[in-house]
Structure formats: structure tokens, C-alpha cells
């Protein structure tokens, strides 16, 4: 009987070629790369892939179990996919940012980078496909019963790239682990991993707009969490739950507040945490870029998720007396436009208390308990924690239980 992993382990050069089609004009003039529609799309079927970087590149899984016929079923599409025409677009930019960066040849390396890239991405669940199959493989031989693996992991990994919900959306480990490899430079050919973020192929660490694909770093530097999360993934194929170990509802029970430090402004990555969190604090400075700042993400974040309370604690402040005219200046300008409410938990002083505090990495409220600065962050912490919970519709943490 055939066994398609009797062949050797290699890349589809037919199914490749039915991707991209190349033909001469009749009048010998440039090569004409023609792609059809991505069919089937990204998803459950394909494993496609949903990061911005990666629509160039998909992969499509070895077997697949026909539960009438009672028999692994061989994939004649197996493989890695290229999408041509994304393909050049995605080149297009990238040579013409490495022609602004000076760079010779600036086409053929833009190419050359993004096919490295999609490649050794798609490679690593390659190299997860092959765990699975062989799985699949014996446990049909010892005519054991085969459960769903491949569609209820598919399933589960498709709910949560659609809901982006935080942090169950991390869980996707394996695209983690995917860019993990392609960071570690598996061609050996050097400095490839600056090269994938500058021209936006590996998202910038931790961008929460990219999801798991941004936890590339801890994971290629660290040989022990890059074992554990391996592990994982197999947890996760075998059991079709992404989270086989439990590791949320241990969070739950763990933690009591989580707090998330953003930087300044209405970036991607910072709206995204702001709407997942149950309350946002919005920290001024007596700086009229502090409430430029302030203002752009308070407005974006009502607008596009409907956050509609926020907290606001104005810093470095004087006195009380300078800190809550700053804050009302603040509301008075962001409520005339906005229809949000501000909720005021007080200020922190200016005081050289506090830098030596941060210099020698020493929290105020442990190693001065009983000072004035320690009850004042008590009474904001207290303040806060009385403070109307954020209502809007976009992701949560924890599925959304107020923590």
C-alpha cells in the first residue's frame, strides 16, 4: 500500500509550480507571474497564515483522516504555497525601503529576504505536520480509533485569530515558535533577523498588534521555554485544546490586578491593551505634548471600541492645587468633543524621593512603608480600585472577568 512518508520529506515542486505560472509573451517580453485566487482561503482548511508578513506563505498539512472511507488520506497538495502576486507586492515595499537605505540590488535582496522568510516560518510547521502525521500514521496501523485532531486544533486556533482576545490569543504558540526559528537563523547566513524586523517581516517584540507571532524573542533566546512551548504544541494537537496545562484559569486564581505599562500615544499596540483592560489610567505631565498624547488615545480609543470611562492621575504635579488644574484643563478640552467621562484619583509629586526609588530599584511602599509618598500611592491605589470599570465591546482579559 502506498505511504506517502515512505517518500522522502521534501516541498511539492508540482503543487509549487501550480502557484506560479511563468510564461513568456508571444513577443519575448517580460515574464508574466500570474496567481489564482487563494482557494481554499487561510483558515482551517490550510493552516494559512494571518499575520500581515505571512499572506505571502501558507501550509497545507501532509494527511488528512477520511473518517467515511476509515484511512489516512494523503494531501497531493502538501506543502508549502507561495501567493505570488502578494509576494511581489510584499517585495515591492521592501526594496523600496532598502533603496532609501542605500542598499545595491535592492529588488533581488528584497526577494530573496521575504522567500527566506515565508519559507523557514512555514518549515517549522512543517516539521510540527510530520510529528502529526506519523501520530496519525500509528495509530491507524495498531487500528486505534483517530480522533479529529487536525480540525479541532485548526478550529480552536481560528476562533482565537478572529476574537484576538487577550491573553488567550498567546496561546497560539506555535506561531511563536515559528518566527523563534526563523530569528535564530536556521540558513546560518547572518544578520537576517535585524534585516526581518527593519523591513517589518518579524514584528517588533511584543506588538500585541501581531499577537503570538511578537513572542519571538524571549522564545529564540531561551533554549528552555523554546523546549517547554514545543511540548505544547503537542499537548495541543493531541487534546484540541489550546490550553491543554490550564494555564489561564491559574492565572485567574493567581492574580489580582494585572497591570500594563504603555508608552505615550494611540499606537496599534497601545489601543489594544487599553481595550482589553477592564479600567485605563491615564497618566499627565504638565507638558502640552503629555496631553497631545493623552487626548489622541483617549479620542481613538472611544471611537474605535467605545472605552468610555477613564481614570486620570496627573504626575510630577507641584501640589494638589497645580495637579487638579491640569486635570481640569484636560477634561474641560477632551469633554467638549468627546462623550466619555474622566475620573480624577489624584497626583504623585515631583520629589527626588522617587528617582532615587527608581535608581535603586526599590518600590517606595516597600522600602519606606510608613512615608507620605507610600500613603499616597495607597490612596490612588484605593481610588482606582473604586473607579466605573471600562464599557466597551472590544477583546478582554480573561475572558473578560473584571480583575
Known amino acids: 500500500m502506498y505511504n506517502p512518508l515512505h517518500q522522502p520529506i521534501a516541498y511539492h515542486g508540482r503543487a509549487f509550480a501550480a502557484y506560479v505560472d511563468l510564461e513568456h509573451t508571444d513577443n519575448l517580453g517580460p515574464l508574466e507571474i500570474r496567481k489564482p485566487s487563494r482557494i481554499p482561503p487561510p483558515g482551517t482548511e490550510t493552516g494559512g497564515e494571518v499575520d500581515e508578513a505571512l499572506s505571502m506563505f501558507w501550509y497545507v498539512d501532509l494527511l488528512n483522516y477520511d473518517y467515511q472511507k476509515g484511512r489516512c488520506v494523503h494531501n497531493t497538495d502538501w506543502g508549502i504555497h507561495v501567493n505570488a502576486d502578494v509576494l511581489v507586492e510584499w517585495t515591492a515595499g521592501i526594496a523600496t525601503a532598502m533603496e532609501r537605505d542605500g542598499l545595491p540590488n535592492a529588488p533581488e535582496l528584497a526577494l530573496d529576504l521575504a522567500f527566506i522568510f515565508g519559507f523557514d516560518h512555514c518549515f517549522f510547521h512543517h516539521c510540527v505536520d510530520a510529528q502529526v502525521s506519523f501520530h496519525m500514521l500509528r495509530k491507524e496501523a495498531a487500528g486505534e480509533e483517530i480522533s479529529p485532531l487536525r480540525q479541532n486544533y485548526a ?11 487577550y491573553p488567550q490569543w498567546w496561546l497560539v504558540v506555535e506561531e511563536a515558535l515559528a518566527n523563534a526559528h526563523v530569528a535564530r537563523d536556521p540558513t546560518r547566513l547572518g544578520g537576517l533577523r535585524e534585516a526581518f524586523i527593519r ?70 499596540s497601545a489601543l489594544f491593551f487599553v481595550n482589553a483592560a477592564d479600567l485605563a489610567l491615564i497618566i499627565l505631565v504638565a507638558e502640552p505634548t503629555s496631553f497631545l498624547d493623552a487626548y489622541a488615545l483617549v479620542k481613538a480609543a472611544h471611537l474605535e471600541n467605545g472605552v468610555t470611562d477613564f481614570a486620570v492621575m496627573v504626575n510630577m504635579a507641584d501640589n494638589a492645587k497645580t495637579a487638579e488644574t491640569n486635570f481640569n484643563k484636560f477634561r474641560d478640552i477632551t469633554m467638549r468633543f468627546l462623550d466619555i467621562k474622566l475620573h480624577y484619583v489624584g497626583m504623585v509629586p515631583q520629589s527626588p524621593v522617587i528617582r532615587r526609588s527608581i535608581v535603586q530599584r526599590k518600590p517606595i511602599s516597600i522600602s519606606q512603608p510608613k512615608s507620605p509618598l507610600a500613603k499616597t500611592y495607597e490612596t490612588l491605589a484605593l481610588k482606582m480600585m473604586k473607579t466605573s470599570h471600562s464599557r466597551h465591546d472590544g477583546v478582554k482579559f480573561f475572558n473578560g472577568a473584571q480583575k
Open 155 to 165: 478550529v480552536a486556533c481560528e476562533r482565537l485569530h478572529i476574537a484576538k482576545q
Open 199 to 268: 523591513y517589518g517581516m518579524l514584528p517588533q517584540p511584543n506588538d500585541a498588534t501581531r499577537g503570538p507571532w511578537a513572542l519571538w524573542e524571549q522564545v529564540s533566546m531561551d533554549e528552555q521555554a523554546f523546549a517547554a512551548l514545543s511540548h505544547m504544541i503537542w499537548l495541543q494537537h493531541l487534546t484540541g485544546d489550546m490550553d491543554p496545562l490550564g494555564l489561564l484559569s491559574s492565572l485567574e486564581n493567581d492574580i489580582d490586578y494585572l497591570i500594563v505599562d504603555i508608552p505615550a500615544g494611540a499606537s496599534d
